[in-house]
């Protein structure tokens, strides 16, 4: 089976306006192939644009960093989808890889409108907080994708989902001040 252009843009017409429809249907035909060629395609969309903004689109450094832009973005999003499912093994749920790999490969398609707001930047001081104000409502609407590709992955509430998105940040919270408390009691007590 091979990739369409028109289940890609059909896929991201989706996300876009029937987000809930999508990540709950029945009948998708997960494809990893697919699956990547939409992360690779927002990954470039997103890095062309700040390069035509910034004028370097033609230097040898912007190709490179175009190039570790789309591997660092493939390997994040293998990574995040990969906690995901051991997170769920955990609680009886995973054995889903390929599924929320090629559902979560779609949730960062909100970052395409991230090019017209470095435009609106341009403006001026009210069209950057503008564009400011309207990154921020991407970012939720981002974290409410992944949130409803977990529930349709792992058949979980809503709110279970969100607490799988979030735990790993508190996790990382509490872990990091009971370090800086470790190490502040370590140096108090060789200090004296």
């Given at each position: 089976?091979?990739?369409?252009?028109?289940?890609?843009?059909?896929?991201?017409?989706?996300?876009?306006?029937?987000?809930?429809a999508f990540f709950e249907r029945e009948d998708i035909t997960v494809s990893i192939r697919l699956a990547v060629v939409t992360v690779v395609f927002i990954a470039?969309?997103?890095?062309?644009?700040?390069?035509?903004?910034?004028?370097?689109?033609?230097?040898?450094?912007?190709?490179?960093?175009?190039?570790?832009?789309?591997?660092?973005?493939?390997?994040?999003?293998?990574?995040?989808?990969?906690?995901?499912?051991?997170?769920?093994?955990?609680?009886?749920?995973?054995?889903?890889?390929?599924?929320?790999?090629?559902?979560?490969?779609?949730?960062?398609?909100?970052?395409?409108?991230?090019?017209?707001?470095?435009?609106?930047?341009?403006?001026?001081?009210?069209?950057?907080?503008?564009?400011?104000?309207?990154?921020?409502?991407?970012?939720?609407?981002?974290?409410?994708?992944?949130?409803?590709?977990?529930?349709?992955?792992?058949?979980?509430?809503?709110?279970?989902?969100?607490?799988?998105?979030?735990?790993?940040?508190?996790?990382?919270?509490?872990?990091?001040?009971?370090?800086?408390?470790?190490?502040?009691?370590?140096?108090?007590?060789?200090?004296?």
């Amino acid at each position: 089976m091979g990739i369409t252009v028109n289940d890609f843009f059909e896929n991201i017409y989706s996300v876009i306006f029937s987000p809930k429809a999508f990540f709950e249907r029945e009948d998708i035909t997960v494809s990893i192939r697919l699956a990547v060629v939409t992360v690779v395609f927002i990954a470039l969309i997103n890095k062309l644009t700040l390069g035509i903004f910034d004028g370097s689109i033609l230097s040898v450094m912007f190709i490179l960093s175009l190039l570790g832009s789309i591997i660092s973005t493939v390997f994040i999003w293998f990574l995040t989808a990969l906690f995901f499912e051991y997170i769920a093994r955990i609680f009886d749920r995973g054995k889903k890889l390929e599924k929320i790999l090629f559902l979560t490969a779609f949730v960062p398609v909100p970052y395409i409108f991230f090019a017209p707001l470095n435009l609106i930047k341009q403006i001026g001081e009210i069209g950057y907080i503008f564009a400011t104000i309207i990154e921020c409502v991407l970012y939720f609407w981002i974290i409410f994708l992944y949130a409803l590709a977990l529930r349709a992955v792992y058949n979980i509430t809503i709110s279970r989902a969100f607490m799988l998105i979030f735990l790993p940040f508190v996790a990382s919270f509490f872990a990091i001040n009971w370090m800086v408390c470790f190490v502040s009691k370590l140096w108090y007590i060789f200090s004296i």
